[in-house]
């Protein structure tokens, strides 16, 4: 089988990682891929993940048996329709949701207003436009703090603000609306703040049946004891320990089903990953986002607890059968802990070579590039804000993070930055 994966981070490496060891793949292209899926048994194509057309070419003269979409902007697009409507394209098999599906992404408020007719416990909200300022400034008075405002549209990770003081929360309020993001937030979800402990939980789903794939943990601020500015995310761990089989079983009877049940109820189209961002409110689950994709860096840690073949479940999913197929999960602890550019999640230099002559990962730590290229010497330099994440499996969480911080300490390139307690909270 020929699968043709789109996208170009960390997510996209660990995801082809696990792709190759499945005896179903005789080649993996990526589009465009990093210096890691380069050097990893991949086919990198100069190609965006939103250039269809191209992707429409590059599928119809390699042969593609299968597509598997990385990021949440193609999806949103529609790739998956566009597949769907092609008379040449249509036989082929999209794991990720159509646009509709998609949405549970890319609109804030379709999403809240999806979890609202389906009685998913969530926060309470209400949604506003630059016509309804007065009555956005009225509603900020009946929460208390913090105050958690939310670009409808998407902005890559970064429009969500949880905010200390309503004076605070009111100008960046009036600024979000005023084109703070751009057209992602000419709506703003403003949402009460619920306290807790957040969680990442991830299924796959042929739009009838599911599996649910590891739980992990993320950590999205800058600045270790989770402060300083949100970022995309600088590590991750898994298993969480507060979801246990209790916990889990609350997840999925009052979250999962619903969700999947909800989807088909609506006659969406929804074959792919659903990510489910909650919060542990003592004891209860309650869903903060939900995002169509993998997520990031979760994904490097997932993709290492998963025993099972996931193109066989990808298979499941293609075909309609995903009930019938296994999944198992490996019992060890796994740790990602993300090296960034010195200046993210603001202004950071690209280009900088990556030393990783030092690197003495061993069979239990893998090395997931995320924002890397090829410079034209052929040298591995930086390309982005994240950079790679080390990921290693332990038989107990301490063993896992100590693992991927020695990893980390030893790759060398100019402002390289990370947290060292990924975890430590755990």
Not at 15 to 20: G, N, V
Not at 127 to 139: K, R, V
Not at 332 to 339: D, E, F, K, N, Q
Request: with cysteine; net charge negative.
């Amino acid at each position: 089988m020929k699968i043709l994966l789109l996208g170009s981070g960390g997510r996209e490496h660990a995801l082809a990682w696990k792709i190759l060891q499945s005896p179903k793949v005789d080649k993996l292209f990526v589009a465009p891929g990093n210096a890691g899926t380069a050097v990893g048994g991949c086919v990198n194509v100069a190609l965006k993940a939103d250039d269809f057309e191209g992707i429409k070419r590059l599928v119809l003269a390699e042969g593609i048996d299968m597509l598997v979409v990385g990021p949440e902007d193609p999806l949103v697009k529609g790739i998956y329709d566009y597949f769907r409507d092609d008379t040449e394209l249509s036989h082929i098999p999209v794991i990720g949701p159509s646009r509709a599906g998609a949405e549970l992404e890319g609109s804030k408020d379709f999403a809240k207003r999806f979890m609202h007719r389906h009685g998913i416990p969530t926060a309470a909200y209400r949604t506003f436009d630059g016509t309804q300022l007065d009555e956005a400034m009225s509603f900020l008075e009946t929460l208390a703090p913090p105050y958690v405002l939310k670009a409808d549209g998407l902005c890559a990770g970064k429009g969500v603000l949880i905010v200390p003081t309503l004076e605070e929360a009111k100008q960046e309020l009036r600024d979000m609306l005023g084109g703070m993001f751009g057209q992602a937030s000419a709506r703003v979800v403003v949402e009460e703040f619920l306290s807790g402990v957040e969680c990442s939980v991830f299924v796959l789903t042929d739009g009838k049946d599911y599996k649910i794939l590891p739980e992990a943990k993320d950590y999205k601020r800058i600045g270790e004891g989770d402060t300083g500015l949100n970022t995309g995310g600088m590590g991750s761990v898994s298993p969480v320990p507060f979801a246990d089989e209790e916990w889990m079983r609350k997840v999925e009877e009052r979250i999962i089903r619903p969700t999947v049940e909800g989807l088909a109820s609506e006659n969406i189209d929804y074959k792919g990953f659903i990510f489910f961002g909650l919060i542990n409110c003592s004891g209860e689950p309650k869903v903060i986002e939900y995002n169509c994709r993998m997520g990031d860096p979760e994904t490097e840690t997932v993709m290492l607890r998963l025993k099972s073949d996931i193109v066989d479940l990808f298979e499941g999913v293609a075909e309609g059968n995903l009930g019938q197929r296994k999944i198992q999960i490996d019992e060890r602890h796994a740790v990602c802990v993300m090296l960034v550019s010195g200046g993210y999640p603001g202004t950071y230099a690209k280009g900088l070579p990556i030393d990783m002559s030092g690197v003495q990962a061993g069979a239990n730590t893998i090395v997931f590039h995320a924002g890397t290229a090829f410079n034209a010497d052929g040298v591995v330099v930086t390309a982005g804000g994240r950079v790679m994440g080390i990921s290693s499996y332990g038989s107990t969480q301490n063993e896992a993070m100590n693992r991927s911080f020695a990893v980390a300490e030893q790759v060398a390139f100019e402002g390289k930055y990370f947290r060292h307690d990924i975890g430590a909270d755990l």
